[in-house]
């Protein structure tokens, strides 16, 4: 899986540090999403779907690779 965002669409809503903190984070400054690893371990994979599901401003897309 390969994990892309947009850090123009996102709006630092959070939702996916809640959902995978292993894979995103948000910046200080302005919450805007960073991503920490864009080809995570299998075990991981879950969380990153229900990461980019709940998104509110469709910032990540993911990528089977």
């Given at each position: 899986?390969?994990?892309?965002?947009?850090?123009?669409?996102?709006?630092?809503?959070?939702?996916?540090?809640?959902?995978a903190p292993e894979v995103f984070d948000q910046r200080d400054e302005d919450g805007i999403v960073v991503l920490l690893d864009a080809e995570p371990p299998a075990d991981s994979h879950q969380a990153v779907r229900d990461a980019a599901a709940v998104c509110p401003a469709a910032a990540i897309r993911l990528e089977q690779a």
């Open positions: 899986m390969l994990v892309h965002i947009d850090q123009e669409k996102c709006c630092g809503a959070g939702s996916c540090v809640l959902a």
